[in-house]
C-alpha cells in the first residue's frame, strides 16, 4: 500500500511539471504574440514617418543608366524593435525573424537565414495587413532555446519538488530498509536462541542422566568415575560456551582489556593444536606447520590469541571431509607475525564468503544439521583481532578448502 502511495506521489509530480512546462508554453506563446503585435504597431507608425522601409537601386543591365526602385524593410530596425518588446514581455531574446509571403509561401525577408525552414513552420506569426494593406504578409519568429527557456524559468520550483520527491522516496527506502533490518536481526535472534537453547539442551540432560545414575546405590567405583567424568566434561562445555557469550558482549560494549604478556607464538599453536585434536577432534587430522617466521616472540593476550587459533582449527574441523589436513604457516614482515591456516575442508561459496565475519551468521551446510555453535566464532576471533591491532582475511574455494590469514604485530597499539 505504501508503494503505491509512493509511486502516485510520483505520477503526480511528473504529472504536475508537465503540466507546469506546458502551461509555460502556453504563456510564453501569448506573450509573443503580444509582443509582435506591439512590434507590427511600431513598425506602423515608423511606415507612417517613412523611416521603416528603404529605396533600393538596382541598375537593370551592365552598362545601362536605366535602374529598378526596390523597397525593403530595415531589418536592423525590425530586430531593435523585437528585442524591445522581447524584453519588455520578459522573453528569450534568441531569436530568427522573417517576413513571408503566404500565398505562394516564400521568404520575402530574412535577418540571418539560418533558420529558415523553421520560420515557416513557426506558430509565432502575425499579420501584417495593417503595413502592406494585405493580408499577404506575415511577420514569423522562430525561437530555437524555446523549451530550454521555458524549462529556465520553471528550474526553481522543478528543483524544489524534485527535492521533496527526492526526500520522500530517500525516507521510503530508509523505513523499508530499517525494516528488513529488524527483520532479519529478529531472524538472526531466534536463530541464536534457538542454537542456544539446543546447545545448552544437550550437556544439561547429560548432566541430568549422568546425575541420576550416581544417585543409584551401590554403583561400582569405574562407573561413577565414568559419570563423574561425563558430567565434570559437559559442565566444562557449558562453561566455555556461556564464557564465549558473555566474551562477545564485553566486546561489543568496549570494556575488554587485554592482559599483555610476552611469548612464543609457535609454542602456543603446537601446544594448543595438538591437545584440541587430541580431545574434540572426532575425525583423523594430519597437521602441517611450515613456521618460517624467525622472530615468532609476540606481545598479547596469550588466552586471547589461544582463543583465536582454536576457534579456527575448530572450524576447519567441523566444516571439512573426513582426511583433514590442516596446514599451519608464519611469516615474519616488518612490523609482526602472519599466521595463515589451511585446510582442504568443503569451501565456501563467494556468497557466502562475504557474510562470515557477521555475528550469528553460520555457513549453511545444505541437510546437514551437525555442525553445532551460535554463529559467534569467526565475529568473535575478528573481533579479537582487531582488539589486538591486527588484521584479518579470508579466501576460499568450494570443494577445495579454506585459508584465514592473520597478522598480529609484536606489539599492539595501545
Excluded at 502551461?23 to 523611416?51: G, P
Excluded at 533600393?56 to 524593410?73: A, M, Q, R
Excluded at 503566404?102 to 506569426?125: A, E, F, P, R
Amino acid at each position: 500500500m505504501t508503494s503505491l502511495s509512493l509511486l502516485g506521489l510520483i505520477f503526480t509530480q511528473l504529472y504536475w511539471i508537465k503540466s507546469a512546462i506546458e502551461l509555460s508554453e502556453k504563456q510564453f506563446d501569448h506573450r509573443v504574440n503580444l509582443a509582435l503585435s506591439e512590434t507590427v504597431e511600431k513598425m506602423v507608425e515608423l511606415d507612417k514617418q517613412h523611416r521603416l522601409q528603404k529605396r533600393k537601386f538596382i541598375p537593370e543591365s551592365c552598362g545601362s543608366d536605366l535602374v529598378s526602385i526596390i523597397n525593403y524593410i530595415d531589418t536592423t530596425l525590425v530586430d531593435s524593435l523585437l528585442k524591445t518588446e522581447f524584453d519588455l514581455f520578459c522573453l528569450d531574446t534568441v531569436y530568427e525573424f522573417g517576413i513571408i509571403q503566404v500565398k505562394n509561401d516564400s521568404v520575402w525577408m530574412l535577418n540571418s537565414g539560418i533558420y529558415t525552414k523553421n520560420i515557416k513552420n513557426t506558430k509565432h506569426k502575425v499579420c501584417l495587413d495593417d503595413l502592406f494593406k494585405t493580408d499577404d504578409y506575415n511577420l514569423e519568429v522562430f525561437f530555437p532555446q524555446k523549451r530550454k527557456f521555458v524549462l529556465f524559468e520553471l528550474s526553481v520550483w522543478m528543483f524544489i519538488s524534485a527535492g521533496f520527491l527526492l526526500i520522500v522516496i530517500s525516507s521510503f527506502i530508509f523505513i523499508v530498509t530499517a525494516i528488513l533490518k529488524q527483520k532479519k536481526l529478529s531472524e538472526i535472534k531466534n536463530d541464536f536462541i534457538n542454537n542456544m537453547t539446543h546447545e545448552f539442551k544437550t550437556p544439561i540432560s547429560t548432566i541430568s542422566l549422568a546425575s541420576e545414575v550416581l544417585l543409584k546405590n551401590n554403583l561400582p567405583e569405574e562407573k561413577i568415575l565414568k559419570y563423574s567424568k561425563v558430567i565434570f566434561d559437559e559442565n566444562q562445555r557449558l562453561k566455555v560456551q556461556v564464557e564465549r557469550v558473555l566474551q562477545m558482549a564485553r566486546l561489543d560494549k568496549g570494556n575488554l582489556k587485554l592482559k599483555i604478556s610476552e611469548f612464543d607464538l609457535h609454542e602456543l599453536i603446537k601446544d594448543n593444536v595438538e591437545n584440541l585434536c587430541l580431545e574434540h577432534c572426532n575425525k583423523p587430522v594430519s597437521l602441517i606447520y611450515q613456521f618460517y617466521a624467525t622472530n615468532s616472540v609476540i606481545k598479547a593476550d596469550k588466552a586471547h590469541i589461544t582463543n583465536i587459533i582454536t576457534n579456527l582449527i575448530d572450524n576447519a574441523s567441523k566444516y571439512s571431509y573426513d582426511n583433514l589436513r590442516i596446514t599451519i604457516s608464519t611469516k615474519n614482515v616488518k612490523t609482526g607475525v602472519i599466521i595463515t591456516i589451511k585446510d582442504n575442508g568443503i569451501g565456501i561459496t563467494k556468497d557466502t564468503l562475504k557474510h562470515i565475519f557477521d555475528k550469528f551468521y553460520r555457513v549453511p551446510t545444505g541437510n546437514i544439521h551437525n555442525v553445532k555453535g551460535f554463529g559467534l566464532g569467526l565475529n568473535y576471533v575478528k573481533m579479537l583481532v582487531l582488539a589486538h591491532s591486527g588484521t584479518i582475511s579470508v579466501s576460499s574455494e568450494l570443494k577445495k578448502g579454506t585459508a584465514f590469514k592473520i597478522f598480529l604485530p609484536f606489539t599492539p597499539l595501545t
